[in-house]
Nanobody, 121 residues
Framework: QVQLVESGGGLVQVGGSLRLSCAASGITFSMHDFGWYRQAPGKQRELVAGISSGGRINYDDSVKGRSTISRDNAKNTVHLAMNSLKPEDTAVYYC???????????????WGQGTQVTVSS
């Protein structure tokens, strides 16, 4: 059974920092691409940062320069460190894992339950 368990969310003041973690089980971790998404009330879920199985990284412009995504293949975990937090960073943050089977063309996508991040002024 695949499980993605997020942790590290909470209430943070404007300008503060936090580090989200995603612990994965039930998958071959090193073969999966991972992403952190967020969804604010009334808005669509959006990609915040991604890291491929090969270590390629991308960030949404809204967090670029103040966020760092990383992965630890030995510990089956993915982290998202964010600083200089703003009220608009308030959202539920979700961990996503994806594997594309080149032979079959099938995509395997998994989601965590999410962790709430609230940035207060």
């Amino acid at each position: 059974q695949v499980q993605l368990v997020e942790s590290g969310g909470g209430l943070v003041q404007v300008g503060g920092s936090l580090r989200l973690s995603c612990a994965a089980s039930g998958i071959t971790f090193s073969m999966h691409d991972f992403g952190w998404y967020r969804q604010a009330p009334g808005k669509q879920r959006e990609l915040v940062a991604g890291i491929s199985s090969g270590g390629r990284i991308n960030y949404d412009d809204s967090v670029k320069g103040r966020s760092t995504i990383s992965r630890d293949n030995a510990k089956n975990t993915v982290h998202l460190a964010m600083n200089s937090l703003k009220p608009e960073d308030t959202a539920v943050y979700y961990c996503n894992a994806r594997y594309s089977d080149r032979r079959s063309g099938a995509d395997f996508v998994y989601w965590g339950q999410g962790t709430q991040v609230t940035v207060s002024s």
